[in-house]
C-alpha cells in the first residue's frame, strides 16, 4: 500500500472515529436529562367587576368616619338581584367565641353578621335593598346532630362547595384585610400577598372535620376543609349580601 493509499485511509478512520464520538455524546446527553415538564397553560378569566354598598371602618381612624365598602359582584341573578363578596377582609372575630359544637345556624359570627355588621354597615335605605336569602348548608358528618341545612339570612359567609365550584379563583379567594381588621387581631401573610400586601385567612360558614372547627380560606387561595378551631380569633370576615341595585 503506498503512502498516500494510507493518509486516506487514516483521514477516513479519523472522520468514522468523529462521527461515532459525537453521536455517543449526543446520546449521553439527552438519556442523562430530565424532560421538560410542560404545563397547559389555563384561559384566564376575565376581571370581576365591583361595585360600592354600604360603609364600614376600615383605614382603623374612626374621627374620619366610616369608608364605602367595595364588593365583588359573584352571581347576577335573573330577578336583577346581585350576589357580592366584600372585596376586603373588612373585621375579625371568631366563628364562635366558645370552642363548643357549633354549626352555621348557631355560631356567633351569623348572628353577628346579620344583627352587629347589618345595622352598622347599612343606612335605612340600603337595609331595604339587602334581600333575604335561603343559604344552603352541605351535609356534614356533624351538621344533623346541631344544625339544620338552611338558613335565611340577610348576611352570609361563602360555603366551601361554594369557592371551590362556583369562585375559586384566585383574584376571589386571595384577600387582604384592612388596617381596622389588622388592629383587630387579624393574622397577615408574610408568605403570599395580593398586588404587594400581604392576604390573610377568612372564614367559611361550613363545619371542618368535627364539630368544634369550621372551615377557612388561607393566605394563598387553599380552603382549609378541616378547619380550625372555632373560638380561633385571627381569621377575618369577607361579608355575603344580595340586593337589588
Not at 44 to 52: D, G, M
Request: charged share 25%.
Amino acid at each position: 500500500m503506498n503512502g498516500k493509499l494510507k493518509r486516506i485511509l487514516c483521514v477516513l478512520l479519523a472522520l468514522i472515529l468523529l462521527l461515532t464520538l459525537a453521536s455517543c455524546g449526543d446520546k449521553k446527553k439527552a438519556g442523562g436529562r430530565k424532560a421538560e415538564v410542560t404545563r397547559v397553560p389555563t384561559t384566564p378569566k376575565p376581571p370581576r367587576k365591583t361595585l360600592v354598598f354600604g360603609s364600614y371602618e376600615q383605614d382603623d381612624d374612626p374621627i374620619n368616619g366610616a369608608e364605602p365598602i367595595e364588593w365583588i359582584i359573584l352571581e347576577e341573578r335573573e330577578d336583577g338581584s346581585v350576589v357580592l363578596l366584600s372585596k376586603y377582609a373588612l373585621d375579625c372575630l371568631p366563628y364562635n367565641p366558645e370552642l363548643t359544637p357549633v354549626a352555621w345556624k348557631t355560631c356567633r359570627i351569623r348572628a353577628w353578621l346579620n344583627e352587629d355588621f347589618f345595622k352598622t354597615a347599612f343606612d335605612a335605605q340600603e337595609q331595604e335593598k339587602l334581600l333575604v336569602t335561603t343559604v344552603q348548608n352541605e351535609e356534614t358528618p356533624h351538621y344533623m346532630v346541631i344544625g339544620e341545612y338552611q338558613t335565611e339570612d340577610r348576611v352570609w359567609l361563602l360555603s366551601v362547595d361554594e369557592v371551590d365550584v362556583l369562585y375559586g379563583e384566585d383574584a376571589v379567594m386571595k384577600c387582604v384585610p384592612t388596617k381596622y381588621a389588622l388592629a383587630r387581631g387579624a393574622k397577615q401573610s408574610t408568605e403570599y400577598d395580593l398586588n404587594g400586601e400581604g392576604s390573610c385567612w377568612w372564614w367559611l360558614r361550613s363545619t371542618g372535620d368535627d364539630a368544634n372547627r369550621a372551615a377557612y380560606v388561607n393566605d394563598f387561595a387553599e380552603v382549609g376543609i378541616f378547619g380550625n378551631s372555632v373560638n380561633y380569633d385571627h381569621y377575618t370576615v369577607r361579608p355575603v349580601v344580595r340586593i337589588l341595585p
